[in-house]
């Protein structure tokens, strides 16, 4: 019986319910508003619970790491060029350039991070700090740039009206108040009686696949965006994604940090997993086109393939 390469089959779960999604959209099975509300369901509901449940379960010490000083200098360019092209390329609006920031440099470190790591690192608990990174510091940032964008357009805003919405908005925002109950739950070492703490990790473990089933509706009944410009800026985020950061990590990583071997391939490897899903659930949310975070997420995916095969290959424990 054959059975798939190990990289490959990380990457399984990711066509597969995509692939399902499309055919849920395609037949109509669902619904016309099944995308918009699975969507509002994986922000609202599915994903706090399931980053509560992961970063109450993770030791906040994992940030002492001095291989996450690598894979936050990649995030970081990563994240300010994508924005920097959204903006002054492409002439976006601040909320799509976050999307476009987000695109760049935020990687799928849930379900594709941990069977990456597992497989060609030998060792998924390299994934936790980048979790924590991602979750308690980039997505805060992220949905901030979108809350005020978003909030700009509804019209002009006093100045305490507008710091009292961005002291508010962890309130008005599941994903952050989940992030954070669950950074809290972590330091004082609390866990949830096993029942409820059960019921919490089920609710959570369905944030992925429906939002993997939710992108996969995307692909189907609406136009495809074309046209160069398009084609050029999804091309530049994909680029960006796929090698700037992981080149940006390995550059920090070897010649500034001097890294040991292990945690540099560690880090290159994670920098250069594809862009989350979670790009596409935030613009799908926030009502802005998501064209962009979807075609980022598939063609990342896609190519990252090849990417982190060759990084397995040039850095790993062979060529140590």
Known sequence: MHTLPPLL???VPIWALSAAGYAVGRTGLLGQQAESVLGRFVFHVAMPAALFTTVAGTPLDAFANMSMIAFAAGTALACLLGFAVSRWLFGRRLPDQAIGGMAAGYVNSANLGIPVAAQILGDASFVAPVLLFQVLLVTPVILTVLDAGT??????????????????????TPVILGAALGCAASAAGWRLPAALGHSVELLGGAGVPTALITLGMSLHGRPAATGPAFRAEIGVTVLIKTLVQPLTAFAVGSLVLHL?????????????????????????????????????????????MATLSAAAWALGPAHA
């Open 9 to 11: 089959s990380g990457f």
């Open 260 to 304: 040991p071997a292990q945690q540099l391939f560690a880090v290159v490897i994670l920098s250069a997993l594809p862009s989350a899903q979670n790009v596409f659930i935030y613009a799908r949310q926030y009502d802005l086109s998501t064209a962009l975070a979807r075609d980022a997420v598939m063609l990342s995916t896609l190519l990252s």
């Open 151 to 172: 909030g700009a357009a509804a019209g002009p805003r006093r100045p305490c009206r507008g710091a009292a919405r961005m002291l508010l908005m962890p309130l008005r």
